[in-house]
């Protein structure tokens, strides 16, 4: 079974967009064109907040907690789906890059993010369960028949209540739930 990258976006319906004369989408030039760290503190958390400094000055990290509600939304799904983590209460400067990628809706090559999570994980010495749905779903596309009663399902789904439940920041003044 292939977990290439043009397997993945063709198995998640996600087809690489490319502009006329472009030859990466949207997000991988946006990615590589490092944009200043106070523009994604700016767009990603609660006025007055933004990246902790390491000794020499540079971004080190968001903590979560500063996130404006939409970016803790759109951190979970890029922790759990995308770039999978077990430290979540920090956000790094790559990840920030990712989260503002999707909150702006940029076309990107969610195969070859993906594809290049499980190639490193695979080739490290760690031994972690990522993907699984993922991995599961696509034996199922292919007619892999399992003898276990026990397959990886999604999770919920992030919908209003399950923000407000988890990740709505009280800080976060931008957001206001009706009713």
């Known amino acids: 079974m292939k977990f290439d990258a043009d397997t993945l976006n063709s198995f998640l319906k996600t087809p690489m967009i490319l502009e006329e004369g472009e030859n ?67 956000i790094t400067l790559d990840r920030a890059r990712l989260i503002f990628g999707i909150i702006q809706k940029m076309d990107m090559k969610l195969g070859y993010i993906i594809s290049a999570q499980i190639s490193m994980i695979a080739q490290h010495d760690s031994f972690r369960f990522v993907f699984l749905a993922l991995i599961t779903a696509l034996c199922k596309a292919r007619g892999v028949i399992s003898d276990s009663l026990t397959l990886e399902s999604l999770g919920p789904s992030i919908n209003v209540a399950y923000a407000k439940k988890n990740y709505w920041n009280l800080d976060d003044l931008s957001v206001t739930f009706r009713g």
């Open 24 to 90: 990466f989408p949207v997000y991988s030039r946006f990615y590589r064109s490092k944009p200043e760290p106070q523009e994604l503190a700016a767009q990603l958390c609660i006025p007055g907040r933004g990246f902790e400094l390491n000794a020499d000055g540079l971004p080190l990290k968001i903590l979560r907690k500063n996130l404006t509600t939409l970016a803790q939304t759109r951190s979970i799904l890029s922790l759990s789906n995308l770039v999978p983590t077990s430290h979540t209460s920090n």
